[in-house]
Antibody, heavy 125, light 107 residues
Framework: EVQLVESGGGLVQPGGSLRLSCAAS????????MNWVRQAPGKGLEWVSY???????YYADSVKGRFTISRDNAKNSLYLQMNSLRDEDTAVYHC???????????????????WGQGTLVTVSS | EIVMTQSPVTLSVSPGERATLSCRAS??????LAWYQQKLGQAPRLLIY???TRATGVPARFSGSGSETEFTLTISSLQSEDFAVYYC??????????FGGGTKVEI
């Protein structure tokens, strides 16, 4: 059974730092790209960051320069280092697996097929 | 950045009725669209990928259609467990990955 379990959230003051972790099990972690997606209280889903199997990394403009995504395939874990935190970073942070659905020999659709329950990050003084 | 717009924001339906949710992309995304269901306090669940293909284990009452810029998620006969928030998401031109604002399906 595929499982993604986030941890590391908590209350932090503006300007502070946190490191989130996502422990993966039930699949070959090194074979999948991963994302962080967040959800502010009562709001919709917002993509945060992506890391591929080969280390390609992307960030949302809202977190670029402040957040760093990384992965440790030996530990089956995904991380998000969050620095210079702001009030607007308050959210539940989910990790999500990227699945490729091939409809041709080389063409595929992507979707986020498994998500963790999330860890709450609260930025407040 | 591709903007995804969902309508309506809230859809009030009765159990057994049909629900039709819309999602519009600000530019063509071909069929690179997914739909997710999120119940209160839970993680999102993948329902549809490639605009029209049900993910594993998703009941047949859920169907997706559309291409380019206009997409629809239809729930043919609402069950009590279907009352939730539904999000569309494009995976065509990224980063960034973008989601719609969601449609809440309520009783």
């Amino acid at each position: 059974e595929v499982q993604l379990v986030e941890s590391g959230g908590g209350l932090v003051q503006p300007g502070g730092s946190l490191r989130l972790s996502c422990a993966a099990s039930g699949f070959t972690f090194s074979s999948y790209s991963m994302n962080w997606v967040r959800q502010a209280p009562g709001k919709g889903l917002e993509w945060v960051s992506y890391i591929s199997t080969t280390g390609t990394i992307y960030y949302a403009d809202s977190v670029k320069g402040r957040f760093t995504i990384s992965r440790d395939n030996a530990k089956n874990s995904l991380y998000l280092q969050m620095n210079s935190l702001r009030d607007e970073d308050t959210a539940v942070y989910h990790c999500a697996r990227v699945r490729r659905y091939y409809y041709d020999s080389s063409a595929y659709f992507r979707a986020l097929d498994y998500w963790g329950q999330g860890t709450l990050v609260t930025v407040s003084s | 950045e591709i903007v995804m717009t969902q309508s309506p924001v809230t859809l009030s339906v009765s159990p057994g009725e049909r629900a039709t949710l819309s999602c519009r992309a600000s530019q063509s995304i071909s069929s690179n669209l997914a739909w997710y269901q999120q119940k209160l306090g839970q993680a999102p669940r993948l329902l549809i990928y490639g605009a029209s293909t049900r993910a594993t284990g998703v009941p047949a009452r859920f169907s997706g259609s559309g291409s380019e810029t206009e997409f629809t998620l239809t729930i043919s006969s609402l069950q009590s467990e279907d009352f939730a928030v539904y999000y569309c998401q494009q995976y065509s031109d990224w980063p960034p990955l973008t989601f719609g604002g969601g449609t809440k399906v309520e009783i």
